[in-house]
């Protein structure tokens, strides 16, 4: 007799099969075996006044639940100039989603939502965009064509977005290979996502229209670390001219990855690029698995063509109990459908990625496209004995006709998207037939994915008729190229130069720093290490525990530095009057001292102070270990000391006069 078939068993003996290897184990080789690929498309805000194609403000942002007026829209597919339909509008438009905005009258206008003609494009913008394609060493268009970029799933209330090409074919330098670059455009960022439930989407407009920048890059990246220190480079090169957005939301990247024997998909709105590592790593062996599952079915079935599922709709009665979704679904008013999908026994349950099989596959995309709320289904491969008693599967396979090799789903759905869904089923079964399909998927925090939407294909792109091309003179090159920061791999080598550790690298590139500390070292002549350093490591540690108050910049950092320098106070009081300064940005630093009980010693009553305290010391009978009297001294002499005399300098008169007895 042959062993109950176990779902749990099956996931880790596939997650074998697939060779899957913990993130952070696998090696370079390991992903060079699999054939791993990478590229990034990084979309970059600008720091500009205005948005890109009218005169509202940029920058503005909608309170939460705050809006002037509320439009619906419905999203159709249109043809492209060859009489074809692209394939996500396509799958948009059969979602039959309510769009929902909420508009503030200061963000939005009659442009957004398509009733007024583009403005000529903003030039601040342009300009920002030439002087980071300069800095990317892209080739600079010798005119600017705006086109049209269809987007169905109602994130910009036109249907479609504009966007032109500034420059092509660059490259960047990573530490062991250079990384080739496409292009660089420059476009208009979409609505900000507020809800999507059912077949109700909702969007605030304050973010639409803002100008911002895409970087994509070739798939040179071979690895996913490489692909991290790659968004890296293009984010600090980008924040090196001071002209971009910070903070949440400012920058997203996509990513796109691919290994041997699979397809490019897309991972869309990584918002943290130390996110990169584990989701291509994960994605990789997604697309593994999906392989191996296409040769399971291969095997299996010999022609495909005539493969299709039989599904029947059933009444709640014929369920042996009901679990908390199943309650759920039937008070819904949910018609429950069951479906067979034939020759898929121990596939639901195939590993894909950490903690997901393929039927996530099958539940994502009834979410996405049926707009089947998710739980949306039980199946014949549960891990969870309580779900699977529910439903008597030995029944339900004779219902279905259904073979031993055979799988089964049950799901619930509304009447009007039941036919949506069923054809939803089948179509994710059949391309499993052919491996891994072309799509773009969501990331999420722990590293894996979920479906997002069919990958787009050239058809959604098209000239925009209501822009003139726009030229780009050498001169407006020149006068970009003339103001460019010093490049990213160069203040590296600044960094390094100076003997600054690496531990501050990150958040000195991070927040266009190197500006701040060179003149910091150029104008007040203090020690490059400990200027970098009281970024890198103080404020660093500082800003980890609390947000700064408002009016808080990095300017004012060098105005204690030059400060300080200027009341001839010695340096090691910066860092003391620092965490004051952050909360208190408006303060002025004679009050700093007082807050931080400053008081002025010469250095000679600082030193006066060494005999008495010495003699103290010795008569509370404590340790005569030079090093820790050395220490209990410096403890003591601190307060008066700071700022009035270098403390390197304090210790070795210290050590002299313990040595000398």
């Known amino acids: 007799m042959s062993e109950p078939f176990n779902p749990r068993k099956n996931y880790q003996e596939t997650r074998k ?37 009218c005169r509202c403000p940029a920058g503005v942002y909608q309170k939460d639940g705050a809006y002037d007026a509320e439009l619906i829209r419905h999203m159709r597919p249109t043809l492209s100039e060859l009489g074809e339909y692209d394939g996500t509008a396509l799958m948009e438009f059969k979602t039959r989603k309510n769009i929902i905005y909420h508009i503030e009258n200061i963000t939005a206008c009659t442009y957004d939502i398509d009733d007024t003609p583009p403005f000529v494009i903003d030039r601040e913008a342009l300009d920002i965009a030439i002087e980071i394609a300069l800095l990317s060493k892209l080739n600079i268009v010798g005119e600017l064509h705006i086109t049209r970029k269809q987007y169905l799933d109602g994130s910009i209330p036109t249907g479609f977005q504009r966007t032109a090409i500034v420059g092509i074919e660059g490259e960047i330098p990573l530490t062991n290979k250079k990384v080739r670059l496409i292009q660089l455009s420059l476009e208009e960022d979409a609505c900000r996502e507020v809800s999507d439930v059912g077949h109700f989407r909702t969007y605030t407009t304050d973010r639409l229209g803002m100008p911002l920048i895409e970087t994509v890059t070739y798939p040179d990246m071979t690895t996913p670390f490489e692909a991290a220190e790659a968004g890296h480079y293009l984010r600090f090169l980008a924040r090196s001219t001071g002209k971009v957005r910070t903070g949440s939301g400012s920058a997203r990247e996509d990513v796109n990855v691919s290994v041997t024997g699979g397809q490019r998909v ?87 990625q950490p903690g997901k099989t393929f039927v996530d596959e099958l539940s994502g995309r009834l979410k996405v496209i049926a707009c089947l709320e998710q739980p949306n289904m039980l199946h014949s491969e549960l891990f969870d004995n309580s779900d699977a008693e529910v439903i008597d599967f030995a029944a339900l396979k004779k219902l279905l006709k259904a073979g031993d090799n055979d799988a089964q789903i049950l799901f619930w759905s509304g009447s009007e ?8 089923i089948e179509e994710r079964c059949r391309l499993a037939f052919d491996g891994v399909p072309n799509e773009t998927r969501k990331s999420l925090a722990d590293g894996t994915t979920i479906f997002e939407r069919v990958l787009p294909g050239p058809d959604r792109m098209y000239p925009d008729t209501d822009s003139a091309p726009i030229p780009v003179s050498e001169e407006l090159i020149e006068k970009n190229r003339q103001s460019l920061p010093l490049e990213v791999h160069e203040q590296l080598g600044q960094l390094k130069e100076w003997g600054v550790p690496e531990d501050t690298y990150h958040y000195i590139l991070r927040n266009n720093l190197m500006p701040t500390i060179r003149r910091i070292v150029d104008e007040c002549k203090y020690e490059p290490v400990y200027a970098a350093t009281t970024f890198g490591h103080t404020l660093k540690h500082i800003s980890g525990k609390t947000a700064p108050a408002d009016g808080f910049t990095f300017n004012k950092v060098y105005g204690l530095f030059k400060w300080v320098r200027d009341n001839r106070l010695e340096k090691e009081i910066i860092r003391e009057m620092l965490p004051v300064v952050y909360s208190h940005p408006n303060i002025l630093f004679d009050s700093v001292l007082s807050l931080i009980e400053y008081t002025r010693n010469s250095r000679d009553k600082v030193i006066s102070y060494i005999p008495m305290l010495k003699a103290k010391f010795k008569s509370r009978g404590n340790s005569t270990d030079p090093e820790a009297l050395t220490r209990w001294l410096m403890g003591y002499l601190r307060k008066w000391a700071l700022g009035n005399i270098p403390l390197s300098e304090l210790r070795a008169i210290v050590e002299k006069e313990i040595q000398d007895g």
């Open 17 to 53: 099969r697939v060779g899957y290897i913990e993130f952070g184990k696998a090696k370079p080789s390991d992903y060079q075996a699999i054939g791993f690929k990478c590229g990034l498309e990084i979309h970059q805000q600008l720091l500009t006044k205005k948005k890109l194609f």
């Open 417 to 424: 998207d039941l036919l949506t869904a069923v054809e939803t």
């Open 266 to 352: 897309e991972i869309k709105g990584v918002s943290y690029i130390s996110r990169i590592p584990r989701l291509t790593h994960n994605e990789a062996y997604r697309q593994r698995g999906l392989i191996e599952i296409k040769k399971e079915l291969k095997a299996r079935v010999k022609d495909a063509t005539g493969w299709k599922i039989a599904y029947k709709e059933i009444e709640y009665d014929l369920l042996k109990g009901q679990s908390e979704v199943v309650k759920k679904a039937k008070s819904s008013g949910l018609r429950l459908v069951a479906v067979n999908l034939p020759q898929f026994r121990g596939l639901l349950s195939f590993f894909l």
